[in-house]
């Protein structure tokens, strides 16, 4: 059986037809997901929801570790 070659292709140049139509409802679908998950961030994002952490820092002495 004999590898495929591009020339073989009907449409090697350009696209057309079925195919065609097919990338551009996947291209469309595409920037339609993306846009209704960047409303969708937008509206949703809570942007002074932050956690206020008051940790102190505890020194440990040098003499006092185990090395």
């Known amino acids: 059986?004999?590898?495929p070659r591009l020339e073989?292709?009907?449409d090697y140049n350009s696209?057309?037809?079925e195919?065609?139509?097919t990338v551009l409802w996947v291209i469309g679908i595409?920037?339609?997901?993306?846009s209704v998950y960047l409303l969708a961030y937008n509206v949703f994002d809570n942007k002074d929801d932050n956690?206020?952490?008051n940790?102190?820092?505890v020194l440990i002495p040098k003499?006092?570790?185990l090395f």
């Open 1 to 3: 059986m004999d590898e």
């Open 8 to 10: 073989d292709i009907g």
């Open 15 to 17: 696209l057309k037809g």
């Open 19 to 21: 195919k065609r139509k």
């Open 30 to 34: 595409g920037l339609i997901i993306g």
């Open 51 to 53: 956690l206020d952490i």
């Open 55 to 57: 940790k102190s820092t």
């Open 63 to 65: 003499n006092n570790l």
